[in-house]
């Protein structure tokens, strides 16, 4: 650099701003080249990213879809004639139900799941340590 | 993919699969069933099943069958929704990673499933000395988490492969049909319909929560947060 101003500008740029207009040299290197055309993207050329319009909160998809489903269960409940909170809470599982399970669940030979355990934990200790992929296989979130 | 990856991978869906065909395997199931006692529901074959559509009392039990899976379907729309719009970045992100590495997915899933499965047997030793039921609940509570959040991504999945956007003029020509939550109530209604479809439908929907469960524990729930934390010494 030729002057200490242009040392000063090459600092601080902003607060020197005006050195540009005085120094071709630093005009040269630093200026706006009125030439020099900024690339053009076309951005609906570019592939969608899975974020965009994704806020987009459609209540009446949602009104429609869950009130179709309320209407076509009220009507076959209706049609079999069945009673629908009893039919529903029978599907609902039980304590008794769920200490069934637990003394069924104990009749296994205890070393062979004393095994199985240790591996199948390390498989899965092993299996999460993969950092997840999605974003680097361009799929935007 | 990486030559350890392929080779862990199919290596660990073997495994899994061999180890859920080991706790479901006949002999243990019938010896399970004989000391508890309980007699097993004879199972019929598929042909009377579909015979027994032709009685007045079939019809009404096939609808009645009907009318309960459409009744989850709505609790799932419900609980789709609440958890869209309360983490629909994370719902979204977990939806990408299985569309990005669906066989991961599906081995975490398989090895996951596998896990709370023989988890929940080595608690239940425990239960005779306390610790074990608040460990079985815990268990039990995280495994539900894993499995809803899991499906509504997995329905987020299906209702972009099916019909989401595939270009911006598209994008811009939606009115309504847009967005993470038309996206999840898409998906809600496409697997629901598969469900209904009698044996297949089962399978999907299986082979959905499978699916569910992997992703949710790849991404962490949709967060990416490392599962474990790599000890490096500081440099100087």
Redesign the interface.
């Known amino acids: 650099m030729k002057t200490p101003d242009c040392e000063r500008y090459i600092e601080d740029p902003d607060a020197n701003a005006g050195h540009l207009a005085t120094c071709e040299e630093c005009r040269a290197l630093f200026g706006v080249n009125p030439n020099v055309n900024a690339p053009k993207i076309d ?2 050329a ?1 592939p ?1 990213a ?13 009104i429609v ?2 009130m179709a ?2 209407a ?2 009220a009507g ?2 209706g ?4 009673s ?1 909170t009893d ?2 809470a029978a ?1 609902i599982p039980t304590i008794s139900r769920l200490q ?1 399970l ?7 030979p ?1 070393m ?3 095994v ?2 240790v ?3 390390t ?13 680097s ?1 361009g ?1 935007d ?1 | 993919m990486s030559r350890v990856t392929r080779f862990i991978i199919p290596a660990t869906t073997l495994t899994a699969l061999l180890a859920l065909v080991l706790m479901l395997a006949p002999g243990f199931a019938s010896v399970a069933a004989a000391k508890t006692a309980s007699p097993a529901p004879a199972s019929q074959p598929l042909l009377s099943q579909l015979s027994e559509l032709t009685t007045i009392q079939g019809a009404a039990a096939a609808m009645t069958k009907t009318a309960v899976i459409v009744s989850m379907l709505f609790v799932w729309i419900v609980m789709a929704v609440i958890v869209t719009l309360f983490a629909g970045r994370e719902v979204r992100y977990s939806s990408v990673e299985v569309r990005a590495s669906a066989l991961y997915c599906f081995a975490l899933g398989l090895v996951a499933l596998t896990s709370f499965v023989i988890t929940a047997i080595v608690f239940s030793y425990l239960v005779p000395y306390i610790v074990g039921v608040p460990l079985l609940a815990a268990l039990g509570v995280f495994a539900i988490l894993t499995k809803v959040y899991g499906m509504i991504s997995i329905f987020h999945a299906a209702g972009s492969v099916v019909a989401g956007s595939r270009t911006r003029a598209q994008l811009d020509r939606r009115r309504w049909f847009r967005g993470d939550l038309a996206m999840v109530i898409a998906g809600v209604v496409i697997l629901g319909a598969i469900r209904l479809i009698p044996v297949a439908g089962t399978i999907v929907w299986s082979l959905a929560s499978v699916f569910g469960i992997g992703t949710a524990l790849a991404t962490r729930f949709g967060r990416r947060d490392p599962a474990f934390l790599a000890w490096r010494p500081a440099e100087a």
């Open positions: 951005v609906h570019l969608l899975s974020w965009e319009g994704a806020q987009h909160r459609s209540w009446p998809v949602v879809a869950a489903l309320f076509i269960a076959l409940f049609a079999s004639g069945a629908a039919t529903l599907n069934s637990v003394v069924l669940m104990r009749q296994a205890i062979i799941v004393g199985l355990f591996v199948v934990n498989l899965l200790i092993a299996l999460l340590r993969r950092a997840p992929k999605g974003l296989r799929l979130v």
